[in-house]
Structure formats: C-alpha cells, structure tokens
C-alpha cells in the first residue's frame, strides 16, 4: 500500500507565499518522479511542477520563477514553495508519485490539498 500524505495548504494574500508538503510512505521499491498537480474549479487537472530522482525539475509556464519544487534527501518528500501567489493559483494541489511497487511503475495520487488565494 502507497500513500502519499499532503499539507501545508491554506488562504493566503495576493503576493503571499505558502509552502506544501507531500510524504510517500509504503511499499515503494524506487521513484521515477514525484511532483505537483493543481485543478480549478471546473478546469482540468494541470502540471504545476516535477522533480526526477535525480534531481531535474519542469516547471508549468505559469510558476516559472515563483515556484521552487524540492525534496529530501530520501526523496519520498517533496515541497513545493510557493511565492508571490496570485488569484489565478486557487486550486485544489495534488501531489503525483510515479513509484515502482513490485515489478511495476504506476502512478499515485494525494488526497489534494487546498490553496485559496484572495486578491
């Protein structure tokens, strides 16, 4: 059993900054990537940010050079800094991991978290 544990969403001020968090526990024999994950009301799921195993990270145009996506030294836990949000980063946040359980790479999702942006 895979899971993967969010926190740190929350209501924030324009040009405020949050930080998130995401814990991979369980059966985990390696990690492909791990990365957040971010859907608006009645908008599609959209890539926010990933970081690879060793380190490569991508990032979605819309949080070039306010996001930071990180993680320890383990790599089960990834962060995500969040810096002069704006209105338009309200979303529910999900963190994905793309794991090796048994002989297979398959893909888990968070329970989301929620980050609400005033202007």
């Known amino acids: 059993q895979v899971q993967l544990v969010e926190s740190g969403g929350g209501l924030v001020q324009a040009g405020g900054s949050l930080r998130l968090s995401c814990a991979a526990s369980?059966?985990?024999?390696?990690?492909?990537?791990m990365g957040w994950y971010r859907q608006a009301p009645g908008k599609q799921r959209e890539l926010v940010a990933t970081?690879?195993?060793?380190?490569?990270?991508n990032y979605a145009d819309s949080v070039k050079g306010r996001f930071t996506i990180s993680r320890d030294n383990a790599g089960r836990t990834v962060y995500l800094q969040m810096n002069s949000l704006k209105p338009e980063d309200t979303a529910v946040y999900y963190c994905?991991?793309?794991?090796?359980?048994?002989?297979?790479?398959?893909?888990?999702w968070g329970q989301g978290t929620q980050v609400t942006v005033s202007s």
């Open positions: 994905k991991g793309v794991f090796l359980v048994v002989v297979t790479f398959n893909d888990y």
């Open positions: 369980g059966s985990i024999r390696g990690i492909n990537y």
């Open positions: 970081i690879t195993t060793g380190g490569t990270t």
